[in-house]
């Protein structure tokens, strides 16, 4: 086995400090069921995902105390509503106005329900998840839960041959680090930037 020369600089660090959370996220918007059989929506980027036994689970964390998360555990679904560049104002919208300040009808947006569970789903959305709380951790005020995909429902003109074969350039997604940020190019499959 040949050795190659390290062609990676090194780069200085400083410390900040532990305060910073800073961690790149993908942004949903997740739609719920209210007990009184309306919808409630609320963006929400403590998204990820695992694998259990070849089944993939959403993994969705919330703080405190509000409607999105009393609507979680009270019904076990919800739809996760992948929220794309053109979706940014929607999702800052229902950031900045709260289920406890009343309905959310300032901006016009178009709602179904679930093909397979008995939640809402954002029409402006190009991939979204209707997902079944599994469990659930607690941590200090927040909640975590593993949820069972139930189904995902994607853009008619959005073509995938299998699980990862996603366009993300397509899908054109909003990140969120504390700011909103959209992906750059794509770079390459596993196995093609590398020399090895």
């Keep these: 086995m040949n050795e190659k020369e390290n ?3 090194s780069r200085k660090k400083k410390s900040i400090g532990s305060n910073y ?3 790149v996220q993908p942004s ?3 739609g719920t069921n209210n007990d009184n059989g309306s919808y409630n929506f609320a963006p929400i980027t403590w998204v990820s995902v695992t694998c259990e036994n070849d089944d993939y689970l959403i993994v969705i964390s919330m703080f405190g105390t509000k409607r999105t998360k009393q609507n979680v555990v009270r019904t076990g679904v919800f739809s996760a509503n992948l929220v794309s560049v053109d979706m940014l104002e929607l999702m800052d919208y229902f950031g900045m106005h709260h289920a406890a300040d009343g309905k959310k009808d300032d901006i016009t947006y178009d709602v179904s329900r679930g093909e397979v569970l008995d939640v809402p789903v954002l029409d402006a959305s ?3 998840y209707e997902c079944e709380v599994e469990r659930s951790v607690e941590v ?3 909640t975590t839960f593993f949820c069972r995909i139930r189904n995902i429902q994607v853009d008619e003109g959005f073509v995938c041959k299998d699980a990862f074969d996603i366009d993300l350039a397509k899908l054109d997604p909003v990140i969120y680090s504390g700011k909103y940020y959209s992906i750059g190019k794509f770079l390459g499959s596993i196995g093609d930037v590398s020399e090895w």
């Design 7 to 9: 062609t990676f600089p």
């Design 21 to 23: 959370s800073m961690c």
């Design 28 to 30: 949903f918007i997740i």
């Design 126 to 128: 190009r991939w979204v």
């Design 140 to 142: 200090g005020e927040s």
